[in-house]
């Protein structure tokens, strides 16, 4: 393992800060400072995953620490995540340096079962696949209490266990087991996933019903034919389930969800019809420059409010439903999210998730179990995928702009000066191109002659992803005009720069896609600038408000060493 780094380094400074909020039962202090960070420190995810090791009992003694480093280690490989999303060659070969880094510690035996699990589960929140390697080196792990073997002699005993400690809650052993497993080679996961359907535990075929939504085709096959030769002891509840998240799957593996019901039915079960729900508030925050949305629904909860999150990218990226929290809390949650929000309509809603959905399954991907969670919780939904047709929503909301702005010389104004609408100041913050070659055509010029480069931008890297624009500026007008107040925001405007995105209009005289250009030379010279002074380690820390200036220690130290009445 590496050589533990002195105290006074950026990545022990922020493990500290995270570890100390995690001891007092707050969320980890993430801010701008921690992702800038993350953008210049990469390398880090070693010293990261080093001092995890060292600071863990058995082999440490300081669990609090131990897990503030596990949480950089995340969060610095999610930020190495987004960079391979752009097409970012180095970042991809990082990642694969850091994961046969990890296998070699576990061969040279620094490195225990334990913190291999804490590993996997990072790269499963961070939404990176284990190497084929870590996956090998994961199944010679022992599971649970067993000796050599995968999975343990008596698995209905494990199960049990593992059902207790998540009070019984299929949702929650279905994540627990996702990510646990997510290093595991398929055919391990596979073995599990059967294994739930056929220990004899209720709580653990419900489970499995929720694995028919795994990433892997493979263990959703297996689980699929093992719930088959349990069809007449599934539940009501089941039975709803696997109704719901039939289309959510890709077409040729419906057939299979259609057998287990017929079989269900056969033996008598009923389909359970949904429990009482509902949700009082939806909000919805803006498309950022890659395509993400999310959505915050507020679900009534006694006193309480329960809260549910969707993640849109490309697909259903993530769901999941919380505990019960107070309205304070819920609002503190929703002052420290940085995306705009709006309150928006359950037919947005509705639409977005069925848009998503057919979008993930035109990939071959389902959605998480957590999206049954949240259907549930909100009192039964009908989402079946349906892509949205953009240009059929953009002729939609021309239609219902005023007439006024329909005019020729008003939507000419209205493109050249899109640059300045004041709805758009914070939401289009993120609004800009990361990619390898436009990063090196922005290298090239050293960020100089902006405006000229804005042109040759837009003319011919931003020009070949017309679409992706047309997508991401109509889908925020569609969202504003979602909104409980539409009235008092600008999706007229945007509709007609959708429009002439869409008409082939010329970019430069888009005052919004020129905006769109100059971010993104700015972005890209920025993040370089900031690598490089990393590198000559010109950036410091921020200030700890728990610890006195190096200075004022040394002075102490200094005052502290004296002999009396000197």
Not at 21 to 39: V, W
Not at 87 to 103: K, M, N, P, S
Not at 196 to 224: F, I, K
Request: hydrophobic share 45%; net charge neutral.
């Amino acid at each position: 393992m590496r050589r533990a780094q002195s105290k006074s380094s950026p990545t022990h400074e922020h493990a500290r800060r995270i570890a100390r909020a995690i001891a007092k039962g707050a969320p980890p202090p993430f801010s701008a400072a921690l992702d800038l960070y993350c953008e210049t420190s990469p390398r880090e995810i070693f010293t990261s995953f080093a001092e995890a090791a060292r600071h863990m009992p058995p082999a440490g003694s300081d669990e609090s620490l131990a897990i503030g480093y596990l949480f950089l280690l995340q969060r610095l490989l999610e930020h190495l995540r987004y960079r391979t999303d752009s097409g970012y060659a180095d970042a991809a070969t990082l990642i694969a340096e850091f994961q046969a880094h990890v296998v070699a510690q576990v061969e040279a035996g620094a490195v225990d079962a334990g913190m291999l699990a804490f590993v996997a589960g990072a790269l499963h929140q961070s939404k990176i696949a284990a190497s084929a390697a870590l996956a090998a080196a994961v199944s010679r792990q022992p599971f649970g209490d067993g000796e050599d073997a995968p999975l343990p002699t008596d698995v209905r005993a494990a199960l049990a266990g593992m059902l207790e400690s998540c009070g019984g809650d299929p949702f929650l052993l279905a994540d627990s087991l996702i990510e646990a497993a997510h290093a595991m080679p398929a055919d391990a996961r596979s073995t599990l996933a059967a294994a739930l359907a056929l220990s004899g535990l209720a709580e653990a075929r419900a489970a499995a019903v929720l694995l028919l939504l795994d990433r892997e085709p493979s263990v959703r096959g297996t689980v699929a034919g093992a719930l088959a030769q349990v069809a007449a002891a599934l539940t009501p509840a089941d039975l709803r389930r696997m109704i719901a998240m039939r289309n959510w799957r890709p077409e040729n593996e419906r057939a299979a969800i259609d057998a287990i019901v017929r079989k269900a039915r056969a033996a008598g079960i009923d389909c359970a019809p949904w429990e009482a729900g509902g949700v009082e508030t939806i909000f919805a925050s803006c498309i950022d420059g890659s395509g993400a949305q999310g959505f915050f629904l507020m679900s009534a909860a006694g006193r309480k409010v329960r809260v549910s999150t969707i993640l849109t990218k490309d697909g259903l990226a993530d769901a999941s439903t919380g505990e019960p929290e107070s309205l304070r809390q819920i609002e503190r949650s929703l002052q420290e999210t940085d995306a705009p929000m709006l309150d928006v309509s359950r037919g947005y809603l509705d639409g977005m998730v069925a848009h998503h959905l057919a979008l993930g399954l035109a990939k071959g991907e389902v959605p998480p179990p957590g999206l049954l969670q949240v259907a549930e919780t909100i009192g039964g939904v009908d989402w079946q995928p349906a892509r949205l047709s953009i240009t059929e929503a953009i002729a939609g909301l021309i239609a219902d702009a005023p007439q006024s702005l329909r005019k020729p010389a008003a939507v000419a104004t209205a493109l050249h000066r899109s640059d300045e609408l004041a709805d758009l100041q914070v939401v289009a913050q993120s609004w800009f191109e990361d990619d390898p070659q436009i990063a090196q055509a922005v290298a090239r010029t050293g960020g100089r002659e902006r405006r000229k480069l804005a042109d040759y931008l837009l003319h011919t890297y931003i020009a070949r992803r017309r679409d992706r624009w047309t997508d991401i500026v109509g889908r925020t007008a569609l969202w504003m005009r979602a909104a409980s107040s539409p009235n008092q925001l600008c999706w007229p405007e945007l509709a007609i720069v959708a429009k002439a995105l869409t008409d082939g209009h010329d970019m430069t005289d888009i005052g919004l896609m020129r905006d769109v250009a100059l971010r993104t030379i700015a972005a890209l010279s920025d993040a370089r600038r900031l690598r490089r002074a990393y590198a000559r380690r010109e950036l410091r820390p921020p200030p700890d408000p728990a610890r006195p200036p190096r200075d004022a220690r040394r002075r102490r130290d200094r005052a502290q060493a004296r002999p009396a009445g000197e």
